[in-house]
């Protein structure tokens, strides 16, 4: 052992080796996304034959998409920078070691940048590739997979190049202007904290983006369902609707830039997890060590890149059947070649053994223990995506085969009720083999190396997240094309093709939505560790009254969320009603023509009002509580948040991406316009928001909720306010007791205060 040992050392590489590592892998990831990206860009549809008067209006309708997605990202990007320099104001005023002092704001910030970047990206990339999808689609099914799979690709490695690129460079400017010459173990992990910012920045544009585009795009999807299909008895994406425009601008605010961000805010978030659990531990601190997180992730970039090759160059596809199946390679292959290469970066990468946490809970963790965690994340993750995709695919269509949504087209024959029924109870069933996946990460994980090792777990499923937002952009990219297609009247065998691989995009969707969930309940998880850390607390009980209360109020939490989102897009689409109703009457009175600009605008203002308030939900009520209670009433709401937050997060997911996937098998199957269509379109549309709306929102609440407590948890162990009044009981620290404290709490709570009255003043005038 001792010689294996002594081997095991010489093989571990140095922090300058370490560093230049990570940055070649990001700095390919980026190169490899620029490559698609000019790819896509060169795919001209004016070469191929096409009808001239087909692709002007292919491009014109494309134009007014981007057009739309720029004008909704760029009001709502004004409204987040506001709003981010409000939480820099706060962090310097609560955080910061004095007002003089800009660490953890400088993180927060440059996260913030990077999530907004991120999106914009994705957006960008997706508003160009979904006509060349449409026209390759005139070519071959295969042609249009190859386009609209490289516009995923642009969004899954800028996007993760990105944001590993600017970890990489802050952890190190930080290593070297932060430390003092002699730093100590504390140190590091003061740094490391600091570092916990750029987490904070991510998921903060994150929550935002994800509920403004989530309500954008069901606002638009479900008014234009409403009065279209069922009112007016026309096609999905018909140009007779005014509100098309509007539901195809909304998949790429709301499904691309919005769920670019959030999974970058999950890779964010699970590297400063691990950072700052790893501050405790005196052998990973100032050595390569320390930089092992980044080099999972950097090492997940490599696998994926080969990865793509699978789908792009080895796989063909010549019928609508094999989409899907190579995009569940892609998930297989991705996970498969990743193993190995896991087990040799913990080689590298870590010392043979190593202690870690604090006392009197310090583990002693071997590499391989390290191996063992981040394996059970990466093959937990692939099981949650193949899971995901049995409850909401409804695999071949020429095939007679059971399984739950052909169940839901069966249930449909008898009407909107029994369809309704169903999806719910498919949703609540469908979480089973995801928690049970979730549980047994956590507890092989913890018991191996503490929470540092729930941190590798959740790393180890982010560790393909190329191949996993790949796939994900993919979706709606898909989903554009097929709109362009209905409303360039482009010909029904183009339709056929962009409806295949638009149902095999809502399975991906489907399955994005499941990693992120997974990722998001491990993230959340060892941001709670982190954060317990920081509050210097040595425990957690949750049969102690504090955290008990805590835990109740943290469990409500989703449920009010959910109903605050579900309700905004109800008032949002309500608007989108009336407007595409008084349109469309105009027009067959002879009084006027179709304006999708107006319905645009419409989705537009509506989504940015209705985020506020939710977004203030799940931001204020840590700040307030902890700010009031202390740390231990928060780690109460962070584990309520958590096992509820979980649990309807995927249950909304499933049920809406089978609610919409036996829409389309009914559609496929040749039976528009029928009984059973109409039940299935009730259900697609009751399912739109829990599926793109709610159910993915929930997993930043729970990881946002985690990183802030872990941001604000100094503040909260010297704050805390009411504690002494209901707990009975005396302080014995200083900095509490000492009234000079009671001063620097000051300003922190009259713009708490403040915040909170701009937003009530916000929803009156908003109801008014």
């Keep these: ?11 571990l590489i140095s922090a300058n080796v370490a560093i230049v590592c990570v940055l070649v892998a990001a700095l390919t990831s980026i190169a490899f996304g620029i490559y698609n990206a000019i790819y896509v860009y060169n795919e001209d549809i004016s070469t191929a034959g096409l009808d001239p008067k087909v692709a002007e209006v292919l491009k014109d309708t494309a134009t007014k998409i ?25 962090i310097i005023l609560t955080v910061e070691d004095s007002y003089f002092s800009y660490w953890t704001t400088c993180a927060f910030l440059l996260g913030s940048a990077t999530s907004i970047m991120a999106g914009f990206i994705g957006m960008m990339t997706a508003v160009n590739t979904n006509y060349k999808t449409t026209f390759n689609c005139k070519q071959s099914i295969g042609a249009g997979f190859v386009v609209a799979f490289r516009g995923g690709a642009v969004l899954g490695f800028i996007l993760v190049g990105l944001g590993l690129l600017n970890l990489c460079l802050l952890l190190v400017i930080y290593w070297n202007i932060y430390l003092p010459e002699k730093a100590t173990t504390d140190d590091y992990l003061r740094m490391l904290e600091t570092i916990a910012g750029y987490g904070l920045g991510g998921s903060t544009v994150a929550l935002f983006g994800r509920v403004g585009g989530g309500i954008y795009t069901k606002a638009a999807d479900v008014g234009a369902d409403l009065v279209g299909k069922f009112e007016e008895g026309m096609a999905e994406d018909s140009p007779d609707n005014p509100g098309t425009i509007a ?15 959030d999974l970058f805010g999950s890779f964010a978030e699970a590297t400063c997890a691990a950072l700052v659990v790893s501050g405790t531990s005196t052998e990973l601190v100032g050595s390569a060590a320390l930089f092992f997180p980044l080099i999972l992730s950097a090492s997940g970039i490599m696998v994926s890149f080969f990865t793509t090759f699978f789908a792009t160059s080895f796989m063909s596809i010549d019928n609508a059947e094999k989409v899907g199946t190579v995009i569940k390679y892609q998930l297989i292959i991705s996970t498969v070649l990743m193993t190995p290469v896991l087990f040799f970066v913990t080689i590298i990468g870590l010392p043979y053994e190593f202690h870690i946490g604090n006392m009197p809970d310090v583990k002693t963790v071997k590499y391989y223990y390290c191996f063992f965690c981040a394996a059970c994340g990466l093959w937990s993750g ?28 069966k ?63 993919y979706g709606p990219i898909s989903d554009n094309a097929g709109g362009l297609a209905e409303m360039a009247q482009i010909g029904e065998e183009v339709r056929q093709y962009t ?21 998001a309940a491990l993230v959340s998880l060892a941001l709670f560790g982190a954060f317990v850390t920081r509050a210097k607390l040595e425990f957690v009980n949750l049969l102690s009254p504090l955290e008990l209360c805590g835990l109740f109020i943290g469990a409500m939490l989703p449920y009010a969320f959910s109903a605050m989102t579900m309700k905004s897009v109800g008032v949002a689409a ?90 389309k098998y009914i559609e496929l199957t040749g039976k528009k316009h029928s009984s059973q269509h109409q039940a299935s ?85 908003q109801n008014s």
């Design 574 to 663: 309500n608007k989108m009603v009336q407007e595409i109703r008084k349109q469309i009457k105009a027009k067959k009175e002879g009084k006027g023509e179709l304006d999708s600009n107006q319905c645009v605008t419409i989705a537009t203002d509506a989504a940015l009002n209705e985020m506020i308030a939710p977004g203030l939900l799940v931001l204020l009520t840590p700040l307030i509580i902890g700010f009031l209670f202390g740390p231990k009433a928060v780690a109460g709401v962070l584990a309520g948040s958590l096992i509820s937050g979980v649990q309807m997060a995927i249950s909304a997911s499933n049920s809406g991406g089978a609610w919409d996937n036996a829409k």
């Design 1 to 11: 052992t001792w010689g294996f040992k002594v081997l095991m050392d010489t093989f």
């Design 411 to 473: 249930q449909c024959e008898s009407g909107a009720a029994m369809n309704l029924i169903s999806g719910l109870a498919l949703g609540f069933t469908s979480t089973g083999v995801p928690a049970v996946c979730i549980a047994l990460t956590i507890y092989v994980s913890y018991n191996l190396a503490g929470m540092y090792g729930i941190a590798l777990g959740a790393l180890g499923m982010l560790s393909t997240l190329c191949i996993g937002l790949t796939i994900d952009g």
């Design 499 to 519: 409806d295949a691989l638009d149902a095999a995009g809502n399975t991906t969707a489907a399955i994005g939505k499941g990693f992120a969930i997974g990722s």
């Design 382 to 409: 692939l099981t949650i995506g193949l899971f995901t995709e049995y409850y909401t695919s409804y695999g071949d269509v020429n095939k007679d085969e059971k399984n739950p949504v052909k169940e839901l087209v």
């Design 247 to 261: 539901d195809n601008v909304g998949d790429n605010v709301g499904d691309i830039a919005g769920m670019g961000s």
């Design 66 to 90: 981007e057009n739309g997605a720029y004008a909704f990202l760029t009001m709502e990007y004004m409204y987040l920078c506001s709003f981010v320099g409000v939480m820099a104001i706060i």
């Design 681 to 765: 379109v009730i259900g697609d549309t009751v399912g739109d928001p829990l599926k793109d709306t709610s159910g993915p929102s929930l997993n930043i609440l729970i990881k946002i909720m985690a990183i802030l407590s872990l941001v604000f948890g100094g503040f909260f162990e010297r704050s805390q306010i009411l504690t002494p009044l209901i707990t009975r009981q005396n302080f014995n620290n200083d900095t509490i007791n000492n009234p000079v404290s009671y001063t620097h709490l000051t300003l922190p709570t009259i713009l708490l205060v403040q915040i909170s009255v701009v937003a009530v003043s916000l929803k009156k005038k």
